[in-house]
């Protein structure tokens, strides 16, 4: 079965540092990744997304992650964090069905100013 | 593209009612559909998935006769929670895949979500 595990429950940083979340999976093939970030009472966006090819995939608000088979990881990074990115996160693997997710438990981001 | 448009986004409603929620896929056809529920500070646990035209797949422990899904047509899906209590009081969202036009992957992409309360 397909688990997704985010160590991290909630992380704070500085507006204009650098952040990495962290995401493991444990999945049978090759996942299908996803980094979704949820505001408060909202539904969710799509951050970035990996089916194959390059392992270092861009995402929008300037987001990026990197796929690491032999770690089975796919850590979220940005490399200066804005107030407006305080939300909370999501990582998901996707069966190679692609008709369902498993997502971890979240990382609720703050942002201090 | 790819948008799925979910309402409502509020409800409140009386213990023992029913309580309908949409989701509509706007731009593409979505032969199947999600629907999570979300607790407060938890992460989203799948419920069901609901495929055009044919019974929805329900997880271990989600009562069917309960969350009455439909899928009648490529581009509507409805829960309906039935009897409701306060503690179906909860974050419900769906989610469906699209496949993008022309070469590529598609994804999941997710309504907004019901924010739905039962008193």
């Known amino acids: 079965a397909q688990s997704v595990t985010q160590p991290d429950i909630h992380i704070t940083v500085s507006e204009g540092a650098s952040l990495e979340l962290r995401c493991n999976y444990s999945y049978g093939a090759t996942p299908y990744l996803f980094w979704y970030v949820q505001s408060p009472g909202q539904g969710l966006q799509l951050l970035l997304k990996y089916f194959s090819g390059d392992t270092l995939v861009q995402g929008i608000k300037g987001f990026e992650a990197e796929f690491k088979r032999s770690q089975s990881s796919f850590n979220l990074r940005k490399p200066s964090v804005h107030w407006s990115d305080a939300a909370e996160y999501f990582c998901a693997v996707g069966n190679n069905a692609g008709n369902m997710l498993t997502f971890g438990g979240g990382t609720r981001l703050m942002v201090k100013p | 593209g790819a948008v799925v448009s979910q309402h409502p986004s509020r409800v409140i409603c009386k213990s023992g009612t029913s309580v309908k929620i949409e989701c509509r896929s706007l731009?593409?056809?979505?032969?199947?559909m999600f629907w999570y529920r979300q607790f407060p500070k938890q992460s989203l646990m799948l419920m069901a998935t609901s495929n055009e035209g044919s019974k929805a797949t329900y997880e271990q422990g989600v009562e069917k006769d309960k969350f009455l899904i439909n899928h009648a047509s490529l581009t509507l899906s409805t829960l309906t929670v039935t009897s409701a209590h306060p503690e179906d009081s909860s974050f419900y969202i769906c989610s469906a895949i699209f496949l993008p036009k022309g070469q590529g992957r598609g994804g999941y992409t997710f309504g907004s979500g019901t924010r739905l309360t039962v008193v």
């Open positions: 731009d593409f056809q979505a032969t199947t």
